[in-house]
Every structure is written in structure tokens, then in C-alpha cells.
């Protein structure tokens, strides 16, 4: 899915806005560490649309696989930040905050572009939000010439059968075990890896071709939780990054337990980086992308206590500390551009 984000505080007035959704920020935060992408998708002709494709030019995406219609507006996801006493840091509604129309998120209704099209784009992985009969073709295409498949479903949605065909050609499935808990009756045995993120006590994965064991990574203890919008979307584009930082020419044959492990840690720190600031992208609105990836990794590298990586780890936690730290100074500086509060409320009708 890819929307545009609407960032609004607790009092509904316009905190940020831009690209987002599960698939749009994965790109984009794959694209501002040097990846190029090719987003595939309908959007409507109006301003939403505009703000999600100047962001993807800025990317140096390749627009040729979007597709935009008058008749379908682009979806809009607003992002509420809660209060501290919710126990929550945000929660999302497709409901416009002035007036409740909602501008949700439909499956396109896209042919499958042809074979020339789609060979000319040689991608390293496709990515799935979810089970469209579109993204399973791509897939499926992709899947044939030795391409990774990730699918990241946030529920199963209203058709099991394209869900299961969804699960049947991906290679690597992730998912927050708050959002699917009834996986059980799916047939998951051919998947590579499956990894199940639960949130602020870290995520277990198994590659069951391998083996049955999950394995438990923790979370990064972030000593400031602001907003933990696109703490999974983080740790997915990480864990690609490091997989093919690694390893150029990465399939998913050549992926091993050692390797997932870490690659899964370098995407945890980002994640845990990532939620001391407001905004499911806010840290590459705030950190050099070098300064990002400097922190992840000696994050990633700072010594297990125990299986965890920062209960009474000193090392993690001063790294940690010192991208607060870093955080807090750019957001006392913010950098030409950065779109901070405005006290203004926004109406779907605008976008
Ligand atoms: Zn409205």
C-alpha cells in the first residue's frame, strides 16, 4: 500500500505529512539509504498524490509502473498521536479528522505489465503489503528469475485464497503478532524465513526450511520512546539493507541463520532509533543517513548480555544515548525544509 501519511497530534492539528504506508515507507526508507525502487500502485490526480510522487522523484524512483486515475483518490492514513497515559504512542484511521470521510486503500485493479517492462526493471526483491492478485503475478514473475519475494501482510483481508496464494510464493513473511494471530491454519512450511515482530519485546524468527525453532531476538530499549509508527517498516528495510550490504548478490538460497541474526539486529537498531522521534520516517528527516547507519551498526555490534542486547549492556545503551542525544540537537536545529508543527487542521477535501 502506498498512501499518503497525515501526522496529527493529540489536539488533530497537522504535525507532518508524507509518503507512507507499510510499502511507501519501506521504499522510502530503502531509497534514502541508496536503494533504487519502482513503486506499482494506482493513485488519484490530486494533491495527495503529488506530495507521494515528488517524494518518490526525490528518491529517483522509477514512476512508469504508477498508475492514476480521477475516479479513485489516493489514500489517506491519519496518524494520531496519543497521550502518554494511553500506553499507546499513536493509533490509525483512514476517517478524515474533520469531517470522517475516509479515503481508504483499495487493490488495484492493474494488469500485469508485460514481460519487457518487467525484465527491465531487475529488481534484488519485491515487496508485498498485501495480497493483491496484482502483487501475486508480480511476484510470481519475479519469484521464477531468482528474486527475493518479502510479504509483510498487516491482516489476511477479505479473500483467504489470494492470502494463501500470497504466503505460497513468498519467500520471507513478517508480521506483528498483535495485528495476525490465526496464521496457524496456514500452510507455512514453504516459507524461508518467518519472522513475528510482538512489539517492545522484540521479534522470534525461524527459516523452516532449516529448521522448526524460532529464535528470540529483544528489542533495543530506547531510553525514549516517541512514536513507535514504522518501528516494523524500519526494521524490514534494515534487515534488506544489511542482506544485500553483505551480500550484493543475495538470494534467498544463500541466506543463512548467522546472517538473518545479524541482519535482523541492524534492522532492530533502526527501529529502536527510529521511535525517539515523531514520524514514521522522522529519523532520516533527522540524521545523515551516515550518522544513521553509523549508529545501527555499532548498535547492532554492542555485545549480548544474556541473549539480550541492552539489559545491562553499557555499550548499547551509550550508543543509544548518543543518537538521542544527536536527535535531540537536529530537532532543536531542524534542517532547512524539515516540516515541523503547524498550527493548522487539515480536511480530506484539501488533499
Ligand atoms: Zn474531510
Given at each position: 500500500?502506498?498512501?499518503?501519511?497525515?501526522?496529527?497530534?493529540?489536539d488533530?492539528?497537522?504535525l507532518?505529512?508524507?509518503?507512507?504506508?507499510?510499502?511507501?515507507?519501506?521504499?522510502?526508507?530503502?531509497?534514502?539509504?541508496g536503494?533504487?525502487?519502482?513503486?506499482?500502485?494506482?493513485?488519484?490526480?490530486?494533491?495527495?498524490?503529488?506530495?507521494?510522487?515528488?517524494?518518490?522523484?526525490?528518491?529517483?524512483a522509477?514512476?512508469?509502473?504508477?498508475?492514476?486515475?480521477?475516479?479513485?483518490?489516493?489514500?489517506?492514513?491519519?496518524?494520531?498521536?496519543?497521550d502518554?497515559?494511553?500506553?499507546?504512542?499513536?493509533?490509525?484511521?483512514?476517517?478524515?479528522?474533520?469531517?470522517?470521510?475516509?479515503?481508504?486503500?483499495?487493490?488495484?485493479?492493474i494488469?500485469?505489465?508485460?514481460?519487457?517492462?518487467?525484465?527491465?526493471?531487475?529488481?534484488?526483491?519485491?515487496?508485498?503489503?498485501?495480497?493483491?492478485?496484482?502483487?501475486?503475478?508480480?511476484?510470481?514473475?519475479?519469484?521464477?528469475?531468482?528474486?527475493?519475494?518479502?510479504?509483510?501482510?498487516?491482516?489476511?483481508?477479505?479473500?483467504?485464497?489470494?492470502?494463501?496464494?500470497?504466503?505460497?510464493?513468498?519467500?520471507?513473511?513478517?508480521?506483528?503478532?498483535?495485528?495476525?494471530?490465526?496464521?496457524?491454519?496456514?500452510?507455512?512450511?514453504?516459507?524461508?524465513?518467518?519472522?513475528?515482530?510482538?512489539?517492545?519485546?522484540?521479534?522470534?524468527?525461524?527459516a523452516?526450511?532449516?529448521?522448526?525453532?524460532?529464535?528470540?531476538?529483544?528489542?533495543y530499549?530506547?531510553?525514549?520512546?516517541?512514536?513507535?509508527?514504522?518501528?516494523g517498516?524500519?526494521?524490514?528495510?534494515?534487515l534488506?539493507?544489511?542482506?544485500?550490504?553483505?551480500?550484493?548478490?543475495?538470494?534467498?538460497?544463500?541466506?543463512?541463520?548467522?546472517?538473518?541474526?545479524?541482519?535482523?539486529?541492524?534492522?532492530?537498531?533502526?527501529?529502536?532509533?527510529n521511535?525517539?522521534?515523531?514520524?514514521?520516517?522522522?529519523?532520516?528527516?533527522?540524521?545523515?543517513?551516515?550518522?544513521?547507519?553509523?549508529?545501527?551498526?555499532?548498535?547492532?555490534?554492542?555485545?549480548?548480555?544474556?541473549?539480550?542486547?541492552?539489559?545491562?549492556?553499557?555499550?548499547?545503551?551509550?550508543?543509544?544515548?548518543?543518537?538521542?542525544?544527536?536527535?535531540?540537537?537536529?530537532r532543536?536545529?531542524?534542517?532547512?525544509?524539515?516540516?515541523?508543527?503547524r498550527?493548522?487542521?487539515?480536511c480530506?477535501?484539501?488533499?
Amino acid at each position: 500500500m502506498i498512501a499518503l501519511d497525515i501526522v496529527l497530534d493529540s489536539d488533530k492539528k497537522l504535525l507532518n505529512y508524507g509518503l507512507g504506508g507499510s510499502a511507501g515507507n519501506v521504499l522510502s526508507i530503502l531509497g534514502s539509504l541508496g536503494w533504487s525502487s519502482s513503486p506499482i500502485g494506482k493513485l488519484g490526480c490530486d494533491v495527495a498524490a503529488e506530495i507521494i510522487l515528488n517524494e518518490f522523484r526525490r528518491l529517483k524512483a522509477n514512476l512508469d509502473l504508477i498508475v492514476q486515475e480521477h475516479s479513485s483518490p489516493t489514500p489517506v492514513i491519519y496518524q494520531h498521536q496519543l497521550d502518554w497515559q494511553s500506553g499507546r504512542t499513536h493509533k490509525f484511521s483512514f476517517a478524515c479528522p474533520i469531517c470522517g470521510v475516509k479515503r481508504p486503500w483499495q487493490a488495484p485493479n492493474i494488469d500485469l505489465p508485460p514481460p519487457e517492462v518487467l525484465d527491465a526493471i531487475q529488481p534484488n526483491v519485491v515487496y508485498m503489503d498485501r495480497a493483491t492478485t496484482l502483487g501475486i503475478q508480480i511476484a510470481q514473475y519475479y519469484k521464477e528469475r531468482n528474486v527475493m519475494i518479502f510479504f509483510e501482510p498487516s491482516e489476511v483481508g477479505n479473500d483467504p485464497d489470494l492470502f494463501r496464494q500470497a504466503l505460497a510464493v513468498a519467500d520471507m513473511v513478517k508480521y506483528a503478532d498483535d495485528r495476525l494471530e490465526d496464521l496457524e491454519v496456514y500452510d507455512r512450511s514453504k516459507i524461508f524465513v518467518e519472522i513475528c515482530t510482538k512489539g517492545s519485546a522484540g521479534l522470534y524468527f525461524r527459516a523452516p526450511s532449516l529448521a522448526s525453532d524460532w529464535i528470540e531476538l529483544d528489542a533495543y530499549s530506547a531510553p525514549s520512546v516517541i512514536d513507535t509508527s514504522g518501528a516494523g517498516d524500519w526494521c524490514t528495510s534494515g534487515l534488506l539493507y544489511y542482506l544485500f550490504k553483505k551480500d550484493p548478490s543475495c538470494t534467498i538460497s544463500r541466506v543463512t541463520y548467522n546472517r538473518l541474526n545479524e541482519a535482523l539486529r541492524f534492522g532492530q537498531a533502526l527501529s529502536a532509533l527510529n521511535c525517539m522521534s515523531t514520524g514514521a520516517r522522522s529519523l532520516i528527516n533527522t540524521l545523515h543517513t551516515k550518522t544513521i547507519n553509523k549508529l545501527a551498526e555499532d548498535l547492532q555490534q554492542a555485545k549480548l548480555v544474556n541473549g539480550s542486547p541492552l539489559e545491562g549492556n553499557i555499550e548499547a545503551e551509550m550508543i543509544l544515548r548518543e543518537g538521542w542525544s544527536k536527535l535531540l540537537s537536529r530537532r532543536l536545529n531542524p534542517k532547512a525544509g524539515n516540516r515541523s508543527s503547524r498550527d493548522y487542521r487539515i480536511c480530506h477535501t484539501m488533499l
